[in-house]
C-alpha cells in the first residue's frame, strides 16, 4: 500500500522560496503521477500541479510562472518549489498520488503548514 | 479554468438524516467528478470518482450521480462520523479545480 511522508521548512519570509519534498513508500513510483494541492487556514482547494516519473509535468496557470515540480527517481521522491512567496501562499499543502494522469487522488500525504511572515 | 459550484456551503442535519450535495461545473465535464471528504486536520480523503463509483472501502450510505454539468452527492443516514467538509473536484481539464466545500454538521 502506497504512503506518502512529506516534510520542508514551515515558515518562510516574504519573497523566498518555498521547497516541500514528499518520499514515496510501499509501491511503485514509476507507475503513476504525483501533484501538490495547497489549502489556506479555512478555505478550499487548489491544485498545484502534477507530475510523472519521467518529469512530465502540468501546471496550474494561475502559479505556473513561480511553481517548480520535480522527481528523484532514485529516492522514490518529488518536490515542490514555489518562488517568491507572499503572505498569500500560506497554507497547508499536501502531496497526493494521481491514480492516472490528472484524474483523482486516491492516496494523500499528511500536510505541511507553511506561514509565510516577515 | 473550470468553475465548480458547490451547494449548500454547510448544513446541519440530525443523525440519520439523508443529506444531498450538489455541485454544478461552468462547462460539460461528462462524468469527470470526484467527491472527497475531509476531516479537521486531516488530508482530504477520496469517496466517490468518475461521479458514481466507489472507491475501495468506502460505506455504501455514501453515493453520487450524475453527468455533464450537473451532479449530486448523497448521504442516505448520516452518522457522527460523517462529520466533515465535502469536496466536489472536476478532472475534465487542467487544472483540476475543487467547489468551495460543504461543511456538514450534526443538529
Known amino acids: 500500500q502506497v504512503q506518502l511522508q512529506q516534510w520542508g521548512a514551515g515558515l518562510l519570509k516574504p519573497s523566498a522560496t518555498l521547497s516541500l519534498t514528499c518520499e514515496v513508500y510501499?509501491?511503485?513510483?514509476?507507475?503513476?503521477?504525483w501533484s501538490w494541492i495547497r489549502q489556506p487556514p479555512g478555505k478550499g482547494l487548489e491544485w498545484i500541479g502534477e507530475i510523472n516519473h519521467s518529469g512530465s509535468t502540468n501546471y496550474n496557470p494561475s502559479l505556473k510562472s513561480r511553481v517548480t515540480i520535480s522527481v528523484d527517481t532514485s529516492r522514490n521522491q518529488f518536490s515542490l518549489r514555489l518562488s517568491s512567496v507572499t503572505a498569500a501562499d500560506t497554507a497547508v499543502y499536501y502531496c497526493?498520488?494521481?491514480?492516472?494522469?490528472?484524474?483523482?487522488?486516491?492516496?494523500w500525504g499528511q500536510g505541511t503548514l507553511v506561514t509565510v511572515s516577515s | 479554468d473550470i468553475q465548480m459550484t458547490q451547494s449548500p456551503s454547510s448544513l446541519s442535519a440530525s443523525v440519520g438524516d439523508r443529506v444531498t450535495i450538489t455541485c454544478q461545473a461552468s462547462q460539460d465535464i461528462t462524468k469527470n467528478l470526484n467527491w472527497y471528504q475531509q476531516k479537521p486536520g486531516k488530508a482530504p480523503n477520496l469517496l466517490i470518482y468518475d461521479a458514481s463509483n466507489f472507491e475501495t472501502g468506502v460505506p455504501s450510505r455514501f453515493s453520487g450521480s450524475g453527468s455533464g454539468t450537473d451532479f449530486t452527492f448523497t448521504i442516505s443516514s448520516l452518522q457522527p462520523e460523517d462529520i466533515a467538509t465535502y469536496y466536489c473536484q472536476q478532472y475534465e481539464n487542467v487544472p483540476l479545480t475543487f467547489g468551495g466545500g460543504t461543511k456538514v454538521e450534526i443538529k
Open positions: 510501499g509501491g511503485s513510483f514509476s507507475g503513476y503521477y
Open positions: 497526493a498520488k494521481l491514480y492516472q494522469r490528472s484524474n483523482w487522488n486516491d492516496v
